[in-house]
């Protein structure tokens, strides 16, 4: 469990925080992408954060449970949001923050973690990275780091470098992983850095 501390005898990350489609089943790729990672991940003794709602979010506190990791939800109950999946009745976790709106649970999920892992999802988990990855610009060199699970962020991301106004330190602040061992091999690197974070 410590052994990410060897380097500096202190773990820097404890929390990492999921992100990515709500409307999914399990039999999804994604969704068994983001149990196979958050298992992992709880089995080093990481902390699995998530939206408290389904699909994505479920799969992080499924995959964090079987691997006997902790969990928390942030959460909350909307009022006016029909676009909103809510809290998932299926998706108990060990902690659960509650808010009132959905930017604040935007930005308690960002608070709560230390990396955060952002999978295939749409408009809101495309809201989730875009606030991630101006406040690692604007914070840069101590900010959190960002994981975009998956080989069809590349394309993505060289899309934005072609058309958008987006320099090299903006893009320098994500890795792109596709498998867990990807995954805990760049949380690794992240801690051996030991960078103050925002």
């Known amino acids: 469990m410590e052994e990410l501390n060897k ?3 202190k773990r820097f990350i404890k929390n990492i925080a999921f992100f990515g489609d709500a409307n999914i089943s399990e039999a999804d790729e994604t969704y068994i992408q983001a149990f196979d990672v958050a298992e992992a991940l709880a ?5 699995i954060v998530d939206g408290g709602g389904p699909g994505v979010m479920e799969a992080a506190t499924s995959g964090a449970r079987k691997g006997g ?3 928390i939800s942030i959460t909350f109950d909307p009022v006016g949001a029909v676009g909103y999946e809510g809290r998932y009745i299926k998706n108990v976790t060990d902690t659960e923050v509650v808010t009132t709106n959905y930017i604040d649970r935007m930005f ?3 608070e709560y973690g230390d990396v955060f892992i952002i999978f295939k999802g749409g408009s809101g988990t495309v809201s989730e990275f875009g606030t991630a990855w101006v406040l690692a610009k604007l914070y840069f060199g101590h900010h959190k780091p960002i994981i975009l699970y998956g080989h069809f962020w590349a394309e993505i991301l060289d899309t934005f470098r072609k058309h958008m106004n987006i320099d090299s330190t903006e893009m320098s602040v994500f890795e792109i992983c596709s498998t867990k061992d990807e995954v805990l ?5 992240f801690e051996k850095r030991n960078s103050g974070y925002f």
Do not use: E, H, M, P
């Not at 089995?43 to 902390?47: L, R, S, T, Y």
């Open 185 to 189: 091999n760049a949380i690794d690197r």
């Open 43 to 47: 089995k080093k003794g990481f902390v």
């Open 7 to 9: 380097y500096s005898g």
């Open 108 to 110: 308690k999920l960002l």
């Open 69 to 71: 990791g902790k969990t």
